[in-house]
């Protein structure tokens, strides 16, 4: 009976081992994770690009990432001055378009964008818009004093290129501070164009551009590029962007005659 037991308890032992040893084996069997099932993904880059740009970048998202497939292009609309200070305060930008010099200055002086890697490459021009019904006269900027004019849209002067050239205009003009009962500013020039439109100011200054997006305003006239600051869109890469080729293959392509005949159908004007 003893020996009957032993015999059991040796087969079961057997039987035991044999099965952690096939465990083991079919363990080891089993490749190994590659490394190169995993799916990337597509590159995304986050291009902070001053309002007058919206309709023009539309278009040359759709362009460049049906060539580039791998790319996904996120958009950050505003103004110059405020997309400067979220980039100022570690804003993950990869490209920073801008509608001023001066911003692109700040960020270029502050070691966030490198001077070689920032180059002007649009210029627009400043007008003043009235709706498009007809019923506002307005055939110089003397005219902004008139009664029919109650309310006149601006763009925030520190923060907003367009009222920064609108205030300089102004000035040179000595209507600046004449004109202070009727302004009403606007967190960007597309929402300067808003008030305009939507009948909330009387006249409005925004970008050539702008006016030209837009069925609802017309401009009355351009104003004289003597009295403003010439309008330079800068573009630049930002220093701290994790995607350096992506975004400069990117800043490239903005260069070209391809990028730029899009900038030229929607009013900008190429450097010479």
């Not at 990869?94 to 700040?106: G, V």
């Not at 400043?126 to 005219?143: E, W, Y």
């Amino acid at each position: 009976m003893l020996k009957i037991r032993m015999f059991s308890y040796v087969s079961l032992c057997f039987v035991i081992t044999a099965m952690i040893i096939t465990g083991c084996a079919s363990k080891k069997e089993q490749p190994a994770a590659s490394s190169t099932s995993i799916p990337t993904g597509k590159v995304e880059l986050t291009i902070s690009a001053a309002a007058s740009l919206t309709d023009a970048f539309k278009e040359i998202q759709t362009n460049y990432e049906n060539k580039n497939k791998q790319i996904k292009l996120n958009f950050n609309f505003g103004a110059s001055g405020a997309l400067q200070q979220q980039i100022e305060q570690g804003a993950p930008v990869d490209l920073f378009f801008s509608a001023a010099t001066k911003n692109m200055k700040t960020l270029v002086d502050k070691q966030l964008i490198q001077p070689s890697q920032q180059k002007s490459m649009l210029i627009n021009e400043l007008v003043l818009v009235v709706p498009a019904d007809g019923k506002v006269t307005v055939q110089q900027i003397a005219d902004l004093t008139n009664e029919t004019i109650k309310h006149l849209a601006v763009g925030e002067p520190q923060t907003v290129p367009a009222g920064s050239y609108a205030k300089e205009a102004l000035t040179n003009a000595k209507l600046w501070d004449t004109l202070q009962a009727k302004i009403v500013q606007g967190k960007d020039v597309r929402q300067v164009l808003t008030y305009v439109e939507s009948g909330n100011a009387e006249a409005g200054f925004v970008y050539k551009t702008d006016a030209l997006t837009s069925k609802n305003v017309k401009a009355a006239f351009s104003v004289d590029p003597t009295t403003y600051t010439p309008i330079e869109y800068p573009a630049g890469i930002v220093k701290a962007t994790k995607h350096s080729k992506e975004t400069a293959d990117f800043y490239t392509y903005l260069q070209s005659k391809e990028a730029q005949d899009v900038f030229v159908k929607y009013g900008f004007s190429i450097p010479k």
